[in-house]
């Protein structure tokens, strides 16, 4: 066992002085192992800003945007002779390639079951027209919505029982009205889960449900917003959409990109489709694509 030596005040005196000469030693080292420190973290934020991929840097690089193409009218249609690409998804795809990152765009014609997919094998570089889920949130990101998917209602305006009806979906939930919708869909399954007074006209298909509202049978016309819009456009005269609040099934309508895209890449084509929405330009497209469709189907 060692002896702990008796301290006299001299050596008190001499053990002070020592430390005195230590201790700046060590705080020295203690500022320089700080210092260095701080700037291996911020070396180490400058490295990783810098391995960040842009995505659109890439793009501008090989001189083309690449954007998966699966149909489904009025997003994204095709020409059957021509093999053309229409829609307005398409007309944003181009319109964003063309005049934001400035380079040549291109349609990847695929099909909704390997449109995630290849996105993630980078065989395009933008999917079009994803619906916002959670599962797909595990394979991709989205940009925000472009717009908006949901179950809407479509009235004849001429009629007196929903005539006076704005968003108010309780407002139509009355025992003499009757509504219209596919049997078994998601739009049945919405509709059902608020309607407690109004009565159910459940059909097997959708020239059913239409005509059964054409001809008065039922009062409104339940499906699924961009259908029921591609249905109003065809029939000015006498619809009217009706999108209910609260909302019923809704989802965001967007671009799917890789999960790995930086949020500065994402927050370029996020911008982009703010702009285009809240200016009107995105419904004209919708406009436009719908009537695009209705003269196809003719």
Request: proline content about 4%; overall charge positive.
């Amino acid at each position: 066992m060692h002896s702990v030596p008796f301290l006299t005040c001299q050596n008190n005196k001499d053990y002070s002085v020592r430390l005195k000469m230590v201790l700046p030693i060590r705080s020295s080292l203690k500022a320089i192992v700080v210092g260095a420190s701080f700037c291996a973290a911020l070396l180490a934020q400058a490295c990783a800003q810098a391995e960040e991929a842009s995505v659109w840097k890439d793009i501008q690089k090989a001189g083309e945007l690449r954007c998966g193409a699966a149909v489904a009218a009025p997003y994204v249609m095709r020409d059957a002779k021509t093999g053309e690409y229409s829609g307005y998804f398409v007309d944003l795809c181009k319109d964003f390639g063309e005049k934001v990152l400035k380079v040549k765009v291109s349609f990847v014609d695929t099909n909704w079951d390997n449109l995630v997919a290849g996105l993630q094998s980078n065989k395009w570089d933008m999917a079009m027209a994803l619906n916002q889920t959670p599962e797909r949130a595990l394979a991709v990101a989205f940009s925000v919505p472009a717009t908006d998917y949901q179950v809407s209602l479509l009235v004849n305006k001429e009629n007196p029982k929903v005539s006076d009806v704005k968003d108010d979906i309780s407002a139509l939930d009355k025992p003499d009205v009757t509504f219209a919708v596919m049997s078994g869909t998601a739009q049945d399954k919405a509709i059902s889960s608020v309607i407690k007074n109004g009565k159910i006209m459940r059909l097997p298909g959708m020239d059913e449900v239409r005509l059964a509202v054409m001809s008065k049978r039922a009062d409104v016309l339940v499906d699924a917003s961009d259908t029921n819009h591609l249905f109003a456009v065809a029939n000015p005269g006498w619809t009217r959409e009706i999108l209910p609040k609260p909302a019923l099934a809704k989802q965001g309508v967007s671009f799917g990109v890789r999960r790995d895209i930086s949020p500065a890449d994402l927050q370029v084509l996020n911008i982009y489709l703010q702009q285009r929405r809240e200016t009107g330009e995105i419904q004209r497209l919708v406009d436009k694509a719908s009537a695009a469709a209705n003269a196809e189907a003719k």
